[in-house]
């Protein structure tokens, strides 16, 4: 190996190349992320001490510039990390295949409107430049989750909105932020009695834990007082199992005729 090459491969050029290939990139919530490691060496040999690989989110959080203006702030989130410590020589062109699998965790916000989850991946080597890799992951809704949205939907509702927004430490979220569903109505007995409906998941293994936000539509000149003041917001809790699936439609039905 000559000396100019190696000191090419410290500052990356020439370097190994890493590649996570994805055995399926619709994943929800719980399921098991798997797939294989591709690395390929560079023009010289290197020492890999590690590889680490992260499930990563992004979310938005609203703060008040010194004008006292309300800007946003684009953020990430780790939600996971799997480490491969596996300590290896790759030799130049050299191709090697590590496999890997872990789960994806219960609270990854649904792939909907700007909410992006993705995999990086990380050779850790020895005296150079790290390499890296970053793989889109579709965040599919898990079977409770899909079953208040099918819900909503057969009552009329539709999904228009999402986004991940940050919140303040709370005892209800091990995240600094909480994915929020907004619906409108677009038919059925509820049309034209809401502004929106607002949802957040919490999963919790076999149950999920419904936050419903229900923002029921100004009437009048007391309505306009009303949504000026919030005073139309209302919210419920629903708790779902698996034995809730045949009669949610029914359950959520009774909660937003409760708060219309």
């Known amino acids: 190996m000559s000396f100019f090459k190696k000191v090419l491969g410290t500052v990356g050029i020439g370097a190994a190349k890493v590649d996570a290939?994805?055995?399926?990139?619709?994943?929800?919530?719980?399921e098991e992320i798997s797939g294989t490691v591709k690395i390929v060496g560079g023009k010289v040999e290197q020492e890999i001490n590690k590889i680490d690989l992260n499930v990563v989110c992004n979310y938005t959080v609203?703060?008040?510039?010194?004008?006292?203006?309300?800007?946003?702030?684009?953020?990430?989130?780790?939600?996971?990390?799997?480490?491969?410590?596996?300590?290896?020589?790759?030799s130049p062109s050299e191709e090697k295949l590590i496999p890997f699998a872990f789960d994806l965790a219960l609270e990854a916000p649904i792939t909907v409107g700007q909410s992006r989850t993705w995999l990086t991946t990380n050779l850790d080597i020895d005296m150079a430049l790290d390499k890296s890799d970053k793989d889109f992951i579709h965040v599919t809704p898990t079977e409770l989750q899909q079953a208040v949205i099918d819900s909503l939907e057969e009552l009329g509702f539709k999904l228009y909105?999402?986004?991940?927004?940050?919140?303040?430490?709370?005892?209800?979220?091990?995240?600094?932020f909480v994915q929020e569903l907004?619906?409108?109505?677009?038919?059925?007995?509820f049309h034209g009695r809401f502004d929106e409906v607002e949802v957040v998941f919490f999963n919790r293994g076999e149950q999920l834990e419904v936050i419903f936000e229900i923002d029921r539509k100004a009437k009048g000149l007391m309505g306009f007082f009303a949504e000026a003041?919030?005073?139309?917001?209302?919210?419920?809790?629903?708790?779902?199992?698996?034995?809730?699936?045949?009669?949610?439609?029914?359950q959520i039905y009774t909660i937003l005729e409760a708060n219309s």
């Open 62 to 90: 609203e703060k008040e510039n010194d004008d006292g203006e309300s800007v946003t702030i684009n953020k990430n989130h780790t939600l996971a990390k799997y480490h491969i410590n596996e300590s290896f020589t790759i």
């Open 161 to 176: 909105e999402s986004d991940c927004e940050g919140i303040e430490s709370a005892s209800f979220s091990r995240l600094p």
């Open 182 to 189: 907004e619906f409108k109505t677009i038919s059925g007995d």
């Open 21 to 30: 290939i994805l055995e399926y990139n619709q994943i929800a919530p719980g």
């Open 229 to 250: 003041l919030d005073l139309d917001e209302s919210n419920a809790r629903l708790v779902v199992t698996e034995d809730d699936i045949e009669d949610l439609e029914d």
